[in-house]
Nanobody, 123 residues
Framework: QLQLVESGGGQVQPGGSLRLSCAAS????????MGWYRETPGKQRELVAE???????KYADLVKGRFTVSRDSAKNTVYLQMNSLRPEDTAVYYC?????????????????WGQGTQVTVSS
């Protein structure tokens, strides 16, 4: 019904930048929220940033001023621009959406997750 494909992860030096992308596809009626979470061993998956239909953005305190989340509604794609990266930003980053999809004769709203992309910040 809905698939999320992430790209843009990789390895950068401290202070460097990366731009993550996440594209949604499938039998989509509407997308309500798109955002990014991250996860490291021994730590619960946590919200990094998200953007809702009206354009309101929310950021974790640790990334405010460094990360920017944006959305291209026409392409059903969300981006995460990450600047001034720190070693503690190293994690697997997951794209997440809350969306309504077509189910032949009715609509269904649910949460969907991308496959995850590795971000490593080291010298």
């Amino acid at each position: 019904q809905l698939q999320l494909v992430e790209s843009g992860g990789g390895q950068v030096q401290p202070g460097g930048s990366l731009r993550l992308s996440c594209a949604a596809s499938g039998s989509i009626h509407s997308i309500h929220v798109m955002g990014w979470y991250r996860e490291t061993p021994g730590k619960q998956r946590e919200l990094v940033a998200e953007i809702v239909e009206g354009g309101t953005r929310k950021y974790a305190d640790l990334v405010k001023g460094r990360f920017t989340v944006s959305r291209d509604s026409a392409k059903n794609t969300v981006y995460l621009q990450m600047n001034s990266l720190r070693p503690e930003d190293t994690a697997v980053y997951y794209c997440k959406t809350t969306a309504t999809v077509y189910r032949v004769t009715y609509l269904e709203t649910d949460n969907y997750w991308g496959q995850g992309t590795q971000v490593t910040v080291s010298s």
